[in-house]
């Protein structure tokens, strides 16, 4: 017989969630809002609460930002958890929130509804996912093939996130050029292309900055930044970091 260990919960690099969260918020909450979940439940104190960035958090699941602020949203929608602002730092830049797990007797309670043979069903929303929903058929009738809207709409575009950052990296404004490369360093990916180019847009005005001076004294002020341990650590540095050290 094959031989094994169990895992040891007495452990310090173990977590713990609420059962609750898993039979039925997750549906509720979804996927990312999940991911965000497990994330907060690793970073959180014996208060129960934790400040990781939302950069962090988007390179911990590797999702995108943009995916996070809406998970945190919904974890506060369902009064999972709790955000509270700290204001901005001396440069103007705000600083992390902090989020505290609140216990599951504040919990928002779960809806539910009974279908015709009187079982208990969640409403669509809590899965995610409009194919779940309780559908009465329609008649022979009612069905035309000018009724499918399947077969008069073209099928959506296919997003190739390493195309576009390749074509990024070759394109002819050198702060795209440098915006890729710190795409690419950072290990940041995105689910569509429309997160891709706002999270562009986002760096747009640091990155030409940044581009303004020699190529020589961007290499020297990334070296100094690579060696703050604490911000490579925390994976806190940005193209806005990377420009307040040219700017010294």
């Given at each position: ?41 690793r970073?959180a ?16 699941l ?6 996070v ?16 602002s700290q ?5 103007g ?15 928002k ?7 015709a043979d ?6 669509p ?89 020699s ?34």
């Amino acid at each position: 017989m094959e031989k094994f260990e169990i895992r040891d919960l007495r452990k310090k690099d173990k977590f713990v969630i609420d059962d609750e969260y898993l039979n039925g918020y997750a549906k509720l909450c979804g996927i990312n809002a999940t991911g965000v979940y497990v994330s907060l439940c690793r970073h959180a104190n014996k208060q129960q609460t934790c400040f990781p960035s939302k950069e962090l958090l988007a390179n911990e699941l590797n999702i995108s930002e943009r995916s996070v602020y809406s998970a945190l949203k919904k974890l506060e929608e369902w009064n999972i958890i709790k955000t509270q602002s700290q204001g901005r730092k001396d440069n103007g830049s705000f600083k992390n929130n902090i989020y505290t797990l609140l216990d599951k007797s504040l919990w928002k309670n779960k809806p539910q509804a009974n279908n015709a043979d009187g079982t208990i069903c969640l409403p669509p929303q809590a899965n995610n996912d409009i194919s779940r929903r309780h559908v009465v058929p329609n008649k022979e009738t009612h069905i035309k093939e000018t009724h499918s809207i399947a077969t008069a709409l073209p099928p959506p575009p296919i997003f190739n996130y390493d195309q576009k950052l390749n074509e990024w990296q070759n394109d002819k404004k050198p702060h795209v050029q440098l915006i890729a490369r710190f795409f690419k360093a950072k290990g940041l990916v995105f689910e569509t292309e429309e997160q891709m180019t706002a999270a562009l847009k986002r760096h747009c005005r640091a990155a030409v900055e940044v581009v303004k001076f020699s190529k020589e004294q961007i290499k020297e002020a990334e070296e100094k930044m690579q060696q703050n341990q604490k911000v490579m650590e925390n994976n806190e540095w940005t193209i806005e970091t990377l420009l307040k050290y040219l700017t010294k």
